[in-house]
């Protein structure tokens, strides 16, 4: 039963469509779960073993901390998105780290080594994982420019539609999204301070742009909320 799940899971991700059903059956083989819970650290990029995630389940943040140890949110994590070491090479250089932002988390991962070993045996998943990363460091990199171009508030702004755009409810105009970071956390993504932050959200819900929530944040006019972007 458990294998079978193993199988499904994988099956059902796009990165792995190519792939037969035994080959996939032979990834199975050399994957690992685990599941964590809110707050617990799952990765460490100077790891000895380095590995591959795939999240199953839940969100979690990557986060990368320079010489000073400051702490900066690199990126948010979804189901179906992978993490680790997706150069395929270990840099001991890096300092980040992986935590699980909601109660339910599980994760997949494969040796770094393993992992190359299929992708050379099957072309098309190396073609696939080439694009699935590219799309992901592209991303990244927008992110990386807003954060150099962009004031506090057009930075939250954006960070806000994102977020919508990857995880938001729509209900008409209005977008609900499951509030599952923190103030600091969202200080840390845009690159200011809590209190900067803080600050912003009390701003945006006082003109009717957001209502703000422990555990979800709405958005009653999405329409709006685009012209000020």
Same mark, same amino acid.
């Given at each position: 039963?458990?294998?079978?799940?193993?199988?499904?899971?994988?099956?059902?991700?796009?990165? =792995?469509? @190519?792939? #037969?059903?035994?080959?996939?059956?032979?990834?199975?083989?050399? !994957?690992?779960?685990?599941?964590?819970?809110?707050?617990?650290?799952?990765?460490?990029?100077?790891?000895? !073993?380095?590995?591959? =995630?795939?999240?199953?389940?839940?969100?979690?943040?990557? +986060?990368? !901390?320079?010489?000073?140890?400051?702490?900066?949110?690199?990126?948010?994590?979804?189901?179906?998105?992978?993490?680790?070491?997706?150069?395929?090479?270990?840099?001991?250089?890096? /300092?980040?780290?992986?935590?699980?932002?909601?109660?339910?988390?599980?994760?997949?991962? =494969?040796?770094?080594?393993?992992?190359?070993?299929?992708?050379?045996?099957?072309?098309?998943?190396?073609?696939?994982? @080439?694009?699935?990363?590219?799309?992901?460091?592209?991303?990244?990199? /927008?992110?990386?420019?807003?954060?150099?171009?962009?004031?506090?508030? #057009?930075?939250?702004?954006? =960070?806000?539609?994102?977020?919508?755009?990857?995880?938001?409810?729509?209900?008409?105009?209005? +977008? +609900?999204?499951?509030?599952?970071? @923190?103030?600091?956390?969202?200080?840390?993504?845009?690159?200011?301070?809590?209190?900067?932050?803080?600050?912003?959200? /009390?701003?945006?819900?006082?003109?009717?742009?957001?209502?703000?929530?422990?555990?979800?944040?709405?958005?009653?006019?999405?329409?709006?909320?685009?012209?000020?972007?």
């Amino acid at each position: 039963m458990y294998e079978e799940l193993k199988y499904w899971y994988l099956r059902d991700h796009k990165l =792995f469509r @190519t792939l #037969s059903f035994a080959q996939i059956k032979q990834l199975c083989i050399i !994957v690992g779960f685990k599941k964590a819970l809110k707050g617990e650290i799952i990765y460490f990029s100077n790891s000895e !073993v380095p590995r591959i =995630f795939l999240l199953k389940r839940g969100s979690i943040k990557i +986060v990368a !901390v320079d010489e000073e140890g400051n702490e900066t949110i690199k990126d948010i994590i979804l189901k179906g998105d992978l993490f680790g070491e997706l150069t395929l090479e270990s840099d001991t250089n890096s /300092n980040e780290y992986a935590k699980a932002l909601t109660d339910e988390v599980s994760i997949c991962s =494969f040796l770094l080594s393993d992992f190359e070993d299929l992708m050379m045996r099957n072309p098309s998943l190396a073609l696939g994982y @080439t694009k699935f990363v590219g799309l992901k460091m592209k991303r990244i990199k /927008n992110n990386y420019a807003n954060l150099v171009s962009k004031d506090a508030k #057009s930075r939250l702004l954006t =960070f806000l539609n994102d977020w919508m755009e990857r995880e938001g409810k729509k209900e008409g105009e209005k +977008v +609900v999204l499951e509030n599952y970071l @923190t103030q600091n956390d969202i200080a840390q993504i845009i690159c200011t301070s809590r209190q900067t932050a803080t600050s912003l959200l /009390n701003e945006f819900e006082e003109s009717g742009i957001i209502q703000y929530g422990r555990k979800e944040i709405i958005v009653p006019n999405y329409t709006l909320f685009q012209k000020l972007l």
